[in-house]
């Protein structure tokens, strides 16, 4: 028998480590001792949470804890297998029913995370010869679920209606039959810059040219709909029935974990069918269905549970978003986002050490807020990440945005 003695399989391990070390590029996981709410132990200290998707502040509320408990007294643990084989339970089936009611659309399907739930349902809506449009700065799991797909892709800058246009002419240029599939996919609210996809224009430009239209809401549940009803970027534009496929995520304000695709009963029955990653993986452990429904529970005006939550997280966005511009941090990206009724305030430090020092003295003074940096966002606009949560009181975003001021000051970022 041949050795080959001179290789070494698991030797870049080490080596890769290192270099991501060297290059400042390490995540260092911090480690909550207290469940995840506005006010946190981290490490020993006690911090004020400012940098969780927790926006409505669900995963500790009460009724979340009590449906999940419940639910695990009724139904277990786990449940044993995938979906389409014996893992359907009814608390399943209602999750979906509840969802879909909530979001004003005929049917849902739940999947393990929002990730997996794009990387599932992206491959299942084109072919080989087909077009994807995709916008520039979709999240990561909208990337992997193209990559999967054999289709032809183009990306156009993002949310640029004029780019998204020629795409599509080229696209029916390339097919004047009509026969291929055309997708247009963006995110709902962009992750990193807390900015909304003009979704109105979007739909306008699909139905002309003939396109599917997939949205990714992850950071628009929970947060946007009309009547300040949580509903999404969907309702809040008030598309329902004319966005083809809409993805949504429990992981983020809803306070659980979890993804969804939701849109018309022929999607689900076809994806039920189809997606590999619903019908090759574990179903979700009955807790987790269970604070789903909570969640669902207290965000449904009129019902028993409901709780104010996102009138109150709104008033909250508006007032730091417009405190932090007008303290100083003015650069052009927060300013921008400090015009959309998201969740998600980039607060502009400049070159990565600045973003990193801001956060560590923030830590210092007691504000968990981490840094987002070169190369996850463009050099110089590293900045501290900002997630707003129903559960800050108007006396916390004072003391954290005095905090903000002294240290923008301190590091000379104005
Ligand atoms: C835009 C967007 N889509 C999808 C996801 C994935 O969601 P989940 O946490 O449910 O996997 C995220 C999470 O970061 C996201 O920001």
């Known amino acids: 028998m041949w050795f080959y003695m001179a290789r070494h399989p698991t030797k870049f391990l080490k080596e890769e480590y290192q270099k991501i070390q060297a290059e400042g590029r390490e995540w260092v996981h911090r480690t909550l001792e207290t469940p995840s709410t506005s006010r946190v132990t981290v490490e020993g200290k006690e911090l004020l949470m400012m940098c969780s998707n927790n926006y409505l502040n669900l995963s500790n509320n009460p009724h979340l804890r009590k449906r999940a408990i419940e639910a695990v007294e009724k139904y277990g643990a786990g449940s044993g297998s995938v979906r389409a084989i014996a893992g359907n339970m009814w608390i399943h089936e ?34 080989k010869g087909d077009f994807i449009i995709s916008d520039a700065l979709n999240h ?13 892709r183009s ?16 696209a029916n240029n390339k097919d004047p039959n009509g026969e291929k599939r055309i997708l247009i996919i963006t995110d709902g609210v962009f992750s990193m810059d807390g900015d909304m996809a003009p979704l109105d224009e979007i739909e306008k430009l699909g139905t002309e040219y003939g396109a599917m239209m997939f949205v990714d809401d992850a950071h628009g549940d929970g947060v946007l709909g ?22 949504n995520t429990y992981s983020k304000a809803m306070g659980v974990v979890g993804g969804a695709i939701t ?23 009955p807790a987790i269905a269970g604070a789903a429904i909570g969640a669902l529970e207290v965000l449904t ?18 007032y730091f978003k417009k405190e932090i511009v007008n303290i100083g941090f003015n650069h052009e990206i927060t300013a921008a986002s400090a015009k959309a009724p998201t969740a998600i305030v980039p607060v502009i430090c400049g070159e990565n050490e600045t973003a990193t020092a801001m956060s560590n003295r923030l830590m210092d003074e007691g504000i968990f807020a981490l840094p987002i940096m070169f190369p996850m966002v463009p050099r110089g606009t590293s900045r ?18 005095g905090k903000f001021e002294d240290i923008g000051r301190e590091l000379k970022i104005f």
């Open 226 to 247: 009309s009547n300040k009803s949580g509903k999404g970027i969907v309702d809040h534009f008030g598309l329902q029935g004319k966005f083809h496929v809409e993805m």
């Open 94 to 127: 209602e999750w979906e029913r509840k969802h879909a009611e909530f979001k004003e659309q005929e049917a849902a399907q739940v999947y393990m995370s929002g990730f997996i739930a794009n990387e599932g349902a992206i491959p299942q809506m084109v072919r």
């Open 263 to 285: 849109g018309s009963q022929d999607l689900v029955n076809y994806l039920r069918n189809t997606a590999r990653s619903y019908l090759l993986s574990g179903s979700q452990p």
């Open 140 to 152: 990561g799991s909208i990337i992997d679920g193209v990559r999967l797909t054999k289709t032809e």
């Open 155 to 170: 990306i156009y800058a993002h949310t640029d209606m004029g780019e998204l246009e020629q795409r599509l002419i080229e």
């Open 301 to 318: 005006p009129g019902g028993e549970f409901y709780e104010p939550l996102v009138p109150k997280l709104l008033d909250n966005c508006e």
């Open 384 to 401: 501290i990440r900002v997630m707003m949560s129903a559960g800050l009181e108007r006396e916390d975003l004072e003391f954290s945005l």
